[in-house]
């Protein structure tokens, strides 16, 4: 009673704020009803002991008593209307003549109901006979018949939730136990409030309770929805009567001095009863009198009993106060049995654990021990009572000695099992100290009930606490699962797209044996293996690996360690190739078996990439460092980044002494405008490149010019890194250029001046041979002219002799100027300026035997001049030389009868010569080398004539067609001369 | 009508003046040799010393022109009397002693009518002469000279 009370106050101050709230935010029209005068309060009038109509047929109840200390504490009079509980409440639902109501709270009624504070929480019970074996719990009530109370919430519920039982609905839940004692029906259920008032009205108390107590329920004033004022008034009436005592008061005379004045009422039947005996048999059997103080003591011991079981039954044992609770309890079981001690043990797996003890030192306690063992174990297994009348005795069994180690002040034992059920959850013990004190029968009928009272509350209790926990529990528990589910399900969706799409090599492998569970697109793609292939098989089998000790290195990590990062392995793929993969291992669970998951990486190419990077790194490093250039880095800002040795050497720093300068501090400050504009092109991008050449300061002070190629260098993104420049050292180079230049210069002047010279001496030479030409030949005329003179106008004075000498004159200045006339030929063919053509060497021949024949028509020459003999020479000059030798040829075959001159080609060695040979006096060999030289002749002035120059002036002409000139011949028996002409590969 | 026809001469070699009057008196083809003995007597017979003198002297039917000549040389002497109007149609024959390539190709230039070098065989200068005197005076046409047409007038 007191949990409930307390339940109720805990709760007064939140309902109070919720009716404020409601107050403060309910709609005007509900806060602006009016409350009734009088207010009728209708309820059951077979309700007791909360409503009834008394022997005198007034309303008469707790809720009676309740309603009216409301209506006099809030000043509102009150009427009351007492009935059928289906009428009343249908007119209190439809009709306006009936303004309050008790209900027990539901769901549904509260749709159509306000309910007050509630006052009252209760449980219904399970009723059945005595010697019901079928009935045990409200499962086994399924197709059997059972009474309820007609309209309750009882019946809806057990509508609801157990439609398999068969309902019979009576006005009352007093009738209900009638009509289950009268064997009208299987079972009844009824609530707790009733019971006691309604066993103790049926004709045989043949009912016993079974099972669990059934929904607990609040049982509260109600209104009708909207009644707000009413309802405000009813609650604020409760909690008054709360706070000064009144409502605890009248519980208290309806709850417990109601019961005492019930038992009293039996009293005074029985002492009306007895006192009549008395009057009938005072005087016959005085004795009877102690018969009659004995039973009243029985009655008083039953008495005490039943308020025993009666306040067993009604605590209510929460987590809370439960120890205080149960001391409380088990104190009253103590002094209600007269023992001296009570202990309750309940089951917790194989034990028997101490659940709260009165009367006995803690320290002579077992905390628990097995249930298989001593009594406890007895009455576990025989699911009985028992009762001992001496425990040492039982003691002295050498086998039971043991069980009751800390029992030893104690001599006499009773104890039962606690049921819940049919499940024995615990035992409970009493114990006296008095020697041969013995239990009787009923003694442990009572315990038993009290057990089956005390396994009730604790189970209640128990489940009570547990229920709402695991409820609270349960629905955290489904809502966390539905979460994790759901991501669970996301995110294997977004495990299973990634497993299958990633490019990299992803294989599931048993971690016992290396057998391929899964693999995806990536291990096919990089291994070449599918699925076929591999499932089912272990990688050593398919000898994937090209070491098998790495799998042993992998598998030994993973037990350590449960993951194996970045394990770089060479593995070997279906056709044989060996790849480089970089693969992160970790174990995983799949079905309770251990397996390893892997992802690999195909690093082959990254890793010949690395190599041949670092390769070429290292050629180009050496390349640079080796370089017979130099070579440098330079920042954007012209601060040296690296140089190389050739670098250093030309500029004659050291390699840090150059780090820590910049270009520009080393370049000859006359150039230092001039590199910046080339720098500043490049920053630009206007140019690639650029080459130029500038004047360096070297560390000892000399100038050095350098030809100077930079380069600038981006990243991808366009930023510019800086700039790559080739320096070679041009000074020496640039001093020998110079030279040459001047060499050059000296050498075209010197060229001039001969040039000069030598057009002079031309000058002069021509000049000169005009004069001679002019000059020379007058003075031969004259004496040729003035000899023929003297010839015509003196010949007779002169005698033969006279006539001779003078003719001897006359030829030789004739001959001088032959003479005179080839040398100048010879001089022209030198001096003249040379023009080279196509020449028709045949057809020149052909004009020269015309003009020949025709000096000499008489003469018969066999003339073979072969056709079309075509070469690149100077028209006139090639003429001349010809012109010469075929002369020579006519004159020298002057003396043969059959003359014959060829002129013909042959070709020898890929190479064209000319001839002209001829049949006539011919020459010896032995003076050949004679043949071309001026003035040189091989036959007498009478025999040929001749001046000696034309052969030299062939000779002249040929070579200056880059030809030569030979001849061949036998004297008598003609010459050959031959000539080349190579003026061809002049033009 | 008989015409009267004159050489001019131009001949700075007395030697060479007399051959040649002899070669072609040999032949009887002139009737009148004019003989200058350099170019500027040359231009002074035929263009007068001043533009008065001009008409004193008769003009010769043709002009015998030596090339190598002491002030005033043949091809300057040939150039200028082919500027003059009543000159320029005279023909001239350069005779000289040198045949050089230069030379025959100037004075055909200027205009001469022939270029014939002299033979140091005196014969064959005889022959030379005489050819120059029958083609010239004897088969050659002349266009009829300024006085003619004057006497005409």
């Known amino acids: 009673m007191k949990s409930v009370n307390d339940w109720i106050n805990a709760n007064v101050i939140t309902l109070l704020f919720v009716v404020f709230l409601l107050i403060l935010f309910s709609k005007p029209q509900y806060s602006q009803t009016e409350v009734p005068n009088p207010v009728v309060f209708g309820s059951d009038s077979n309700f007791p002991p909360y409503e009834f109509l008394d022997e005198n047929g007034k309303p008469a109840g707790f809720n009676i008593d309740l309603m009216k200390a409301i209506a006099d504490e809030m000043e509102f009079k009150v009427e009351f209307k007492l009935g059928s509980w289906a009428d009343i409440k249908n007119e209190f639902e439809n009709k306006e003549t009936i303004h309050v109501s008790d209900m027990f709270y539901s769901a549904e009624r509260d749709m159509k109901f306000d309910y007050a504070i509630p006052h009252e929480v209760t449980y219904d019970k399970i009723f059945i006979h005595k010697g019901n074996r079928e009935i045990f719990s409200i499962s086994d009530l399924a197709n059997k018949n059972v009474a309820v109370y007609a309209s309750s919430t009882l019946e809806e519920y057990l509508i609801t939730n157990y439609p398999k039982i068969n309902l019979i609905s009576v006005p009352s839940e007093q009738d209900a136990l009638i009509l289950l004692s009268e064997g009208n029906c299987d079972a009844a259920i009824v609530s707790d409030i009733i019971q006691n008032e309604g066993i103790s009205k049926l004709k045989n108390n043949n009912l016993i309770v079974i099972g669990r107590p059934l929904f607990p329920r609040e049982f509260s004033f109600v209104v009708k929805k909207g009644n707000n004022r009413l309802l405000k008034l009813i609650n604020v009436g409760m909690v008054r009567l709360k706070e000064n005592g009144k409502f605890n008061e009248l519980h208290k005379n309806w709850f417990t001095t109601q019961k005492e004045s019930w038992i009293s009422n039996n009293l005074v039947l029985i002492i009306s009863i007895l006192v009549g005996i008395v009057i009938l048999f005072v005087i016959i059997n005085i004795s009877l009198r102690a018969l009659v103080r004995r039973k009243t003591k029985e009655l008083e011991f039953a008495n005490s009993r039943l308020k025993l079981i009666s306040n067993v039954k009604a605590a209510r044992i929460d987590k809370y106060s439960a120890q205080e609770q149960i001391a409380e309890l088990l104190n009253y079981i103590k002094d209600t049995f007269k023992v001296n001690a009570c202990i309750v043990r309940i089951i917790e797996g194989k034990e028997l654990k101490l659940w709260g003890s009165v009367g006995i030192k803690k320290k002579n306690l077992i905390e628990s021990f097995a249930i298989n063992e001593g009594v406890g174990g007895k009455i576990i297994s025989t699911k009985k009572a028992i009762r001992i009348k001496n425990i040492i005795k039982e003691k002295s069994h050498a086998d039971s000695a043991k069980f009751y180690p800390n029992l030893y002040e104690f001599v006499s034992y009773a104890g039962a099992p606690l049921f819940i059920e049919d499940k024995i959850i615990g035992i409970i013990g009493i114990y006296s100290e008095k020697i041969e004190y013995e239990f009787s029968e009923i003694d442990l009928e009572h315990l038993q009930i009290v057990a089956n009272q005390i396994a009730i509350s604790i189970e209640n209790s128990t489940l009570f606490e547990q229920n709402t926990k695991q409820k609270e529990l349960l629905i955290e528990h489904i809502a966390s699962r539905q979460k994790a589910e759901e991501t669970l399900k996301a995110s294997e969706e977004k495990f299973k797209l990634a497993f299958h799409t990633s490019p990299d090599s992803i294989n599931i492998n048993r971690l016992e044996d290396g057998i391929f569970v899964e693999i995806n697109d990536g291990f096919t793609s990089i291994t070449g293996y599918n699925r076929e292939d591999v499932i089912g098989k272990s990688s050593l089998e398919i000898n994937i690996w090209e070491n098998a000790e790495d799998r042993a290195k992998l598998v030994a990590g993973l037990k350590t360690h449960g993951i194996y990062p970045n394990l770089e392995v060479k593995f070997r793929m279906k056709d044989g190739r060996i790849i480089t993969g970089l693969m992160s291992s970790s174990i995983i669970s799949l079905n309770n078996v251990l397996h390893i998951l892997s992802i690999t990486r195909n690093i082959t190419e990254i890793k010949k990439a690395q190599n041949e990077l670092r390769i070429s790194e290292i050629r180009f490093r050496t390349a640079f460092e080796n370089s017979a250039v130099g070579m440098c880095l330079t920042g954007t800002d012209g601060q040296f980044l690296q140089v190389n040795a050739k670098m250093c050497q030309i500029l004659g720093y050291y390699a840090p002494e150059l780090l820590s300068l910049t270009f520009q501090q080393i370049t000859h400050p006359d150039d230092i405008s001039v590199s910046s504009d080339f720098i500043i092109g490049l920053l630009k991008n206007q140019n690639e490149s650029i080459n130029f050449e500038k004047r360096y300061l070297k560390k000892n002070g000399d100038i050095i010019l350098a030809e100077v190629s930079s380069s600038l260098l981006s990243d991808k993104n366009n930023n510019q890194l800086y700039f790559i420049t080739h320096l070679i050292d041009i000074t020496e180079r640039k001093r020998v250029e110079e030279e040459i230049r001047n060499l050059n210069e000296e050498l075209e002047l010197r060229v001039i001046e001969r040039t000069a010279q030598l057009e002079a001496t031309n000058k002069e030479l021509e000049s000169f041979s005009y004069s001679i030409s002019h000059d020379l030949r007058a003075p031969l005329r004259s004496i040729d002219g003035f000899s023929q003179a003297i010839l015509e106008d003196y010949y007779d004075l002169l005698d033969t002799q006279g006539k001779n000498f003078l003719n001897r004159i006359r030829s030789s200045a004739q001959m001088m100027a032959r003479l005179i006339d080839d040398m100048l030929k010879l001089s022209r063919v030198t001096r003249s300026s040379i023009n080279f053509a196509k020449v028709n060497l045949s057809e020149i021949a052909e004009s020269i035997k015309n003009e020949l024949q025709v000096q000499d028509i008489d003469r018969k020459i066999q003339f073979i001049i072969a056709p079309n003999m075509i070469d690149i020479a100077d028209p006139n000059l090639i003429r001349a030389a010809i012109y010469n030798i075929l002369e020579n040829a006519w004159k020298f075959t002057s003396k043969k009868n059959e003359s014959k001159i060829e002129f013909g080609k042959i070709d020898s060695n890929g190479k064209s010569s000319y001839f002209i040979s001829d049949n006539g006096a011919g020459f010896n060999m032995k003076y050949s080398n004679k043949l071309f030289s001026p003035f040189q002749r091989l036959h007498q002035q009478n025999e040929f004539a001749g001046t000696g120059i034309g052969l030299a002036t062939v000779q002249r002409i040929i070579h200056r067609h880059y030809g030569k000139v030979w001849a061949e011949g036998n004297v008598d028996s003609g010459a050959t001369f031959y000539f080349t002409l190579n003026s061809q590969s002049e033009v | ?153």
Do not use: C
């Not at chain 2, 109007?85 to 205009?111: C, M, N, R, W």
């Not at chain 2, 300024?146 to 007038?153: G, I, M, P, S």
């Open chain 2, 1 to 153: 009508m008989t015409m009267k026809k004159t050489i001019l001469l131009v001949e700075d070699n007395s030697d060479d003046e007399l051959l040649t009057i002899r070669a072609l008196k040999k032949n009887h083809l002139v009737n009148d040799i004019i003989v200058v003995r350099d170019g500027a007597e040359a231009l002074d017979y035929l263009l007068g010393k001043n533009t008065d003198d001009k008409l004193k002297n008769p003009l010769p039917t043709l002009i015998i022109l030596d090339l190598k000549l002491p002030k005033i040389d043949g091809l300057e002497v040939l150039k200028r009397i082919r500027n003059e109007e009543h000159t320029k149609l005279i023909p001239v024959v350069v005779l000289t002693s040198s045949k050089e390539q230069q030379d025959v190709i100037a004075s055909y230039g200027f205009g001469a009518n022939s270029f014939i070098r002299k033979p140091v065989d005196f014969n064959k200068f005889v022959e030379v002469a005489s050819s120059i005197g029958v083609y010239w005076l004897a088969m050659n046409e002349f266009p009829k000279n300024n006085e003619e047409n004057n006497e005409f007038k």
